[in-house]
């Protein structure tokens, strides 16, 4: 649902619906909301409230969640030109937010004389999100901030509702309301309490969901609503922010495996770093950016030729978990492992590494007619670190790979 658009009918078209008694004098009110334009606001700098991840502690894969951090007013304000428009702007698949300028006014007629006796401006900033790490949940949470008001004039008589709403879609079953309703207060209530924020709480249950990783969608609205007038309610609705649920049992940390991802967030990026598995990033760094000195060899019409994608600037990859394609990528990659580096594979705390990923479907399997992937024996304990960080990340996105759902991530090599 798009914002509305200007007032149809401004302070000067105001009329008196005609001479008499009954109909002398007449107070209308109006409301418009309209895209922000990028600023700062006085106590826009503290950030919104979220759950974090703690330490896992006494998981028994030993991974310890780094939490999401979460945004401000003003870093939502920021990215105005992108919170203004459609879902909104997200800083990651669990955060996001919204930002609009909302303008209403009461227009006072006496006769066919009117006249706009007072108006109140505020900014609009939702904030949405969903839990990370070990408190995964298909819970969806908004804050609503209200606030930076600006009055002229007289609004008495005027009030002002909010409230958001959780609407399932696509088949979807039930978004449950677990805490927030509408919030009505008069306008000039509003202006003296000053920057206000509203909670509110859903849930997509595990049974609203289909397939085997019980997918389910709903759209996340705010909505304003201004009475007083005599020309009855006038209401504006926001843009959908639409939010994914699911129960994928291979996605980590068994306790929470349940969780919601904003799924039109930008693709994320997987970072592996040298300092921490320096071989297998090297190994990624070659393909990425030497694909031709790498293992094993390509041609193309008899031509040299490999095309290696996952790079930031590239084709993403594809998170793949069926198990059986896995296992299909790394036996294809074990086998040209032993052709391409005898001697060196099989051997003691060497393990075969290969990228694409196994667990893609960009693995060896799909891409093996041109070879385009590589192989390379490394270290054991450095190829299976960066495996068990690049599973963290999966975890942490909520990266689907089964019932036809091969969620887009990118790979970039760091120091």
Same mark, same amino acid.
């Given at each position: 649902?798009?914002v ?7 302070a ?9 008694p009954a ?8 409301l418009?909301?309209s895209?922000e334009t990028?600023?700062?606001i006085?106590?826009?700098?503290v950030?919104f409230?979220r759950?974090?991840a ?13 939490p999401?951090d979460?945004i ?15 879902n ?7 955060d996001?937010?919204?930002?609009y300028?909302l303008?209403t ?7 066919w004389?009117?006249s706009?006796?007072?108006?109140a401006?505020a900014d609009?900033?939702?904030?949405q ?13 908004v804050e609503?901030?209200?606030g ?6 007289e609004m ?5 509702t909010?409230?958001t709403?959780?609407?399932p879609t ?9 805490l927030?309703s ?7 209530a509003?202006?003296? =309490?000053g920057? #206000?924020?509203?909670w509110?709480? !859903?849930?997509? %249950?595990?049974s609203?969901?289909? @397939?085997?990783a019980?997918?389910s969608y709903?759209?996340?609205?705010w ?6 007038g005599?020309?009855?309610?006038v ?12 129960s994928?049992s291979?996605?980590l940390?068994?306790s929470?495996?349940e ?8 693709v994320?990026t997987?970072?592996?770093?040298r300092?921490?598995t ?9 393909a990425q950016?030497?694909? =031709?000195t790498? #293992?094993?060899?390509?041609?193309l !019409?008899?031509v %040299?030729?490999?095309?290696?994608v @996952? ?12 198990a059986?394609?896995?296992?299909a ?5 074990q086998?040209a ?5 005898p001697?060196?594979y099989p ?8 990228y694409p ?10 891409y ?7 192989v390379?024996?490394?270290?054991s304990d450095?190829?299976q ?5 690049l599973?963290?990340?999966y975890?942490?996105?909520r990266l689907?790979?089964d ?8 790979v970039?090599v760091?120091?």
């Amino acid at each position: 649902m798009a914002v509305a658009g200007a007032l149809l009918l401004g302070a000067g078209g105001a009329q008196a619906a005609g001479p008499g008694p009954a109909h002398r004098h007449i107070s209308r009110v109006y409301l418009t909301v309209s895209p922000e334009t990028p600023k700062k606001i006085p106590g826009g700098n503290v950030p919104f409230k979220r759950q974090t991840a703690p330490g896992s502690g006494s998981r028994p894969d030993a991974i310890t969640p780094a939490p999401l951090d979460s945004i401000s007013v003003n870093d939502c304000l920021a990215h105005a030109a992108t919170s203004s428009r459609g879902n909104g702007w997200a800083s990651g698949r669990h955060d996001s937010c919204q930002s609009y300028h909302l303008h209403t006014w009461k227009v006072d007629c006496d006769w066919w004389f009117c006249s706009q006796v007072g108006s109140a401006d505020a900014d609009l900033v939702d904030y949405q999100f969903t839990p990370d790490g070990k408190f995964q949940s298909r819970h969806i949470y908004v804050e609503q901030f209200i606030g930076n008001w600006s009055r002229k004039g007289e609004m008495s008589g005027i009030n002002l509702t909010l409230n958001t709403t959780c609407r399932p879609t696509q088949g979807s079953g039930p978004c449950q309301t677990n805490l927030g309703s509408p919030t009505t207060e008069p306008v000039d209530a509003w202006v003296a =309490l000053g920057n #206000q924020y509203n909670w509110y709480y !859903f849930e997509q %249950p595990k049974s609203s969901g289909v @397939g085997n990783a019980r997918v389910s969608y709903a759209d996340l609205s705010w909505h304003l609503l201004v009475t007083g007038g005599e020309n009855g309610p006038v209401t504006r609705d926001g843009p959908n922010s639409q939010v994914r649920c699911d129960s994928a049992s291979y996605i980590l940390y068994a306790s929470g495996g349940e969780g919601c991802v904003f799924p039109w967030a930008p693709v994320p990026t997987w970072t592996i770093h040298r300092s921490a598995t320096p071989e297998a990033a090297q190994n990624i760094y070659e393909a990425q950016t030497r694909p =031709l000195t790498t #293992q094993p060899p390509s041609t193309l !019409f008899g031509v %040299p030729f490999k095309l290696i994608v @996952g790079a930031p600037s590239t084709y993403p990859l594809h998170r793949d978990a069926v198990a059986d394609h896995i296992e299909a990528h790394r036996t294809t990659a074990q086998q040209a492992c032993r052709r391409f580096f005898p001697g060196r594979y099989p051997a003691p705390h060497t393990d075969c590494d290969e990228y694409p990923f196994a667990s893609t479907t960009e693995g060896s399997v799909n891409y093996g007619n041109f070879r385009n992937y590589v192989v390379k024996p490394i270290d054991s304990d450095d190829n299976q670190a960066a495996g068990r960080d690049l599973g963290l990340f999966y975890a942490t996105e909520r990266l689907l790979g089964d019932d036809g759902f091969n969620e887009p991530f990118h790979v970039s090599v760091q120091p």
